[in-house]
């Protein structure tokens, strides 16, 4: 469930995305990352990684993949409790 709305930032040397969580993001416990930020971050050479919400809170999260699709998966708390 890639959104074409998903736009990847960077501000202040910090990279992110924004994305609105839909139902099965949390009951599948994943969410698609967008190519040019996988990219930029090299997740194509990384397995995990510590994410923060807007509050400081941190996550570590793994990523799977392959080519242009990469995604975030076993994060089901932080979707639960970013979306409360």
């Given at each position: 469930?890639t959104?074409?709305?998903?736009v990847?930032?960077q501000q202040d040397?910090?990279s992110?995305?924004?994305?609105?969580?839909k139902?099965?993001?949390?009951?599948?416990?994943?969410?698609?990352?967008?190519f040019?930020f996988s990219?930029?971050?090299?997740?194509r050479?990384?397995?995990e990684?510590?994410?923060?919400?807007?509050?400081g809170?941190?996550?570590?999260l793994?990523?799977?993949?392959?080519?242009?699709?990469?995604?975030?998966h076993?994060?089901?708390s932080?979707?639960?409790?970013?979306r409360?």
């Amino acid at each position: 469930m890639t959104s074409k709305s998903m736009v990847s930032y960077q501000q202040d040397g910090l990279s992110f995305f924004v994305s609105t969580i839909k139902p099965a993001n949390i009951t599948y416990s994943y969410m698609n990352i967008p190519f040019k930020f996988s990219a930029f971050n090299g997740f194509r050479k990384k397995r995990e990684i510590m994410v923060r919400d807007p509050v400081g809170r941190e996550w570590q999260l793994k990523i799977s993949g392959s080519g242009n699709n990469w995604h975030f998966h076993g994060g089901g708390s932080i979707l639960l409790e970013i979306r409360a």
